[in-house]
C-alpha cells in the first residue's frame, strides 16, 4: 500500500508539532509494511492556481504550471491509495499551503456538471485516494476543530477514513507533559498500523490521541503567562525553545501554577515535605508547596503547615533565579534570600521542579 504523507506546516528544525505527530503515524504504517514517502510542502515550488482552466480544456488532466506539483507531486498523490493532509490550524482550516496544494489537484475533475445525492459536481479522471486528516491547535478544546472537520467531510465524504486532531499541541513541547506526550505518540503509531490495516482508527486508540492536558484555566493561564513572557523578552517562539524559556510568574497564583506543570514525580521517590515561600517585593505573601507519595499539593493556604524548608526572598529574584537570570547558590551566599531547615531540599529544588535554585 502506498502513502502519501503531505506537510504543510512552515516551522521546521523541529518546532513543528504537526510533524511531532505526523512523525509517528508515518511510522506505523510503515510497521504495518505500507510504503511511505513524506513530501514537506515549505521545501517545494507550487504556485498558485490561476483559474485559466487549461487542465480541463487545451491539456485535459495536466495544470499549465510547471512546477513540482506538475512534475512530481500530483501524479504521487493520484497514484496512492491514502494520503494524509498534515496541516496546523489557521483561522480554523487548512494554512495556505495545504489549502494551495489542494486547489491544484483540480486537473482530476472534468469541466461538466453532474448531479450526484442531489448537488451538482464534477465527474473526475480517476479515483480519489483514501484521505486522513491530521491537525494541530493551540487552544485546549477539541471544538476548535469543527469547521476544518465540517470542511473535510463536505469534500472527501466517504474518502475521508480518518480525522485526528490535537488541540493544546503546543504543550507538547513541555516536559511537564513527558508521560502523556509519550502515550499520544505511541497511539499514534497504534493509529498508523490501524489505518493499514483496518482503514480506520479505533476509539480507544483516538482517545489517547486526544487525552486532556490538565483543566482548561490553568491552561489558559500557563499559556498566557509564557506570551507575556515572551512579550517582555522580545523572543520569537523559536527563540523561545531554543532558549527553553519559563513563563515569569507575576503573581503567587501564577508561581504555584508554574511549580504544579514543572513538578516532576520521578524525583521525589519516597520524598515526603513542606516547602514554605514567604515573598517579599513585587508580590508579598505566603505559599506552600507539599510533596508526598510523588503527588504534589501547591496552595496559597500555610494553615496546617510544619516546613521542612523555609525560603524567604522578594519575589522578583526568586523569578529571575527561575529563569536563569540569576544564580541561585551566588545569590543565596550574598544573602540576597534566606533559606532555613533541610538545605538538601533547596539544592534539589530544581531537581525536584526543572528549575534553578
Not at 35 to 50: A, D, G, P
Not at 83 to 103: E, Q, R, T, W
Not at 186 to 208: C, P, T, W, Y
Amino acid at each position: 500500500m502506498k502513502v502519501l504523507a503531505i506537510s504543510s506546516s512552515p516551522r521546521g528544525g523541529g518546532q513543528s508539532k504537526t510533524e511531532m505527530l505526523l512523525e509517528p503515524l508515518a511510522q506505523g504504517m510503515k510497521d504495518a509494511s505500507a510504503e511511505v514517502e513524506v513530501v514537506y510542502l515549505r521545501n517545494r515550488k507550487i504556485q498558485n492556481c490561476i483559474g485559466c482552466y487549461t487542465c480541463w480544456t487545451k491539456t485535459p488532466g495536466i495544470c499549465i504550471h510547471k512546477d513540482d506539483m506538475t512534475g512530481e507531486l500530483f501524479p504521487k498523490y493520484i497514484g496512492s491509495d491514502i494520503v494524509i493532509f498534515a496541516s496546523p490550524l489557521y483561522f480554523y482550516s487548512v494554512s495556505a499551503g495545504m489549502k494551495n496544494f489542494i486547489d491544484r489537484t483540480i486537473p482530476m475533475a472534468e469541466p461538466f456538471m453532474i448531479e450526484k445525492n442531489g448537488k451538482s459536481t464534477h465527474p473526475l479522471r480517476c479515483k480519489v485516494p483514501k484521505i486522513v486528516a491530521l491537525s494541530v491547535a493551540g487552544f485546549p478544546e477539541m471544538g476548535v476543530f469543527e469547521m476544518l472537520s465540517s470542511w473535510f467531510r463536505y469534500i472527501y465524504k466517504k474518502d475521508l477514513i480518518a480525522e485526528i486532531y490535537r488541540p493544546g499541541a503546543e504543550s507538547l513541547a513541555s516536559s511537564a507533559f513527558g508521560k502523556i506526550k509519550a502515550d499520544i505518540l505511541d497511539a499514534l503509531k497504534d493509529a498508523g498500523r490501524e489505518l493499514i490495516l483496518n482503514q480506520s482508527v479505533s476509539v480507544g486508540i483516538m482517545k489517547r490521541i486526544t487525552q486532556p492536558l490538565g483543566d482548561r484555566e490553568t491552561f489558559q493561564l500557563l499559556a498566557n503567562m509564557w506570551w507575556k513572557t515572551c512579550i517582555k523578552e522580545g523572543v520569537s517562539v523559536k527563540d523561545a525553545a531554543e532558549k527553553k524559556l519559563i513563563p515569569r510568574a507575576e503573581n503567587i497564583p501564577e508561581f504555584l501554577a508554574i511549580m504544579r506543570i514543572a513538578f516532576k514525580p520521578e524525583s521525589v521517590a519516597g520524598l515526603k515535605a513542606d516547602i514554605q515561600f514567604i515573598f517579599t517585593g513585587e508580590a508579598k505573601g505566603e505559599c506552600m508547596l507539599h510533596i508526598e507519595n510523588g503527588s504534589l499539593e501547591a496552595s496559597e493556604d500555610t494553615t496546617f503547615l510544619k516546613p521542612d524548608l523555609t525560603i524567604s526572598t522578594p519575589f522578583e529574584l526568586w523569578m529571575d533565579i527561575m529563569l536563569g537570570k540569576a544564580d541561585g547558590g551566588a545569590a543565596f551566599i550574598e544573602g540576597k534570600y534566606k533559606a532555613e531547615g533541610n538545605l538538601d531540599m533547596l539544592m534539589n529544588f530544581s531537581r525536584y521542579f526543572g528549575a534553578e535554585s
